[in-house]
T-cell receptor, first 114, second 109 residues
């Protein structure tokens, strides 16, 4: 079946630094990838939709200058948390949609900002 | 506005008992509805979708447009069904999923 990977699985960084999270579709091409944020014991909140070769579409309330998304190829999307603050600490999950628009999810990245 | 409501945070049942995880949605058009499952320490994975009308791992879900519901059912719960279940909606444009808050199913012997 379709597999989506995320790297790193866990990252700890200092406040003010930037962190890049990669999302890859391993065995299929994904024209669309999605980035979600999940707070403890809460649901997934869509942050942005990433389309290959074009600008990402951000959900209301999500700062595009803070959460930079790049979808440079059909198998890779990256999320960069810029000038991270402790309140950015969260679980970030990506998904990739195949041609049938079925979404396959990555395992998530745990970000802790000190 | 599009919304998915899962009224139960936690559902605890005994092995062999019937299970019904409730999901209601709010959408003006004809949405696609899904159930996703997340087992402990594993990633979110698709369980079933309404357009397939299939049964996966003994689970079924019927879309009731009159009641705007898509409840997940299983006649006899198993311990391995213990997991977090999310109901999700996708609009006709076929873009992102909107998730409910999830229901934790706990099946004990």
């Amino acid at each position: 079946g379709a597999v989506v990977s995320q790297h790193p699985s866990r990252v700890i960084c200092k406040s003010g630094t930037s962190v890049k999270i990669e999302c890859r579709s391993l065995d299929f091409q994904a024209t669309t990838m999605f980035w979600y944020r999940q707070f403890p014991k809460q649901s997934l909140m869509l942050m942005a939709t990433s389309n290959e070769g074009s600008k990402a579409t951000y959900e209301q309330g999500v700062e595009k200058d803070k959460f930079l998304i790049n979808h440079a190829s059909l198998t890779l999307s990256t999320l960069t948390v810029t000038s991270a603050h402790p309140e950015d600490s969260s679980f970030y999950i990506c998904s990739a949609a195949d041609r049938a628009k079925t979404q396959y999810f990555g395992p998530g990245t745990r970000l802790l900002v000190l | 506005a599009q919304r998915v409501t899962q009224p139960e945070k936690l559902l605890s049942v005994f092995k062999g008992a019937p299970v019904e995880l409730k999901c209601n949605y709010s959408y003006s058009g004809s949405p696609e509805l899904f159930w996703y499952v997340q087992y402990s320490r594993q990633r979110l994975q698709l369980l079933l979708r309404h357009i397939s009308r299939e049964s996966i791992k003994g689970f079924t879900a019927d879309l009731n447009k009159g009641e705007t519901s898509f409840h997940l059912k299983k006649p006899f719960a198993q311990e391995e069904d213990s997991a977090m279940y999310y109901c999700a909606l996708r609009d006709q444009a076929g873009t992102a999923l909107i998730f409910g808050k999830g229901t934790t199913l706990s099946v004990s012997s």
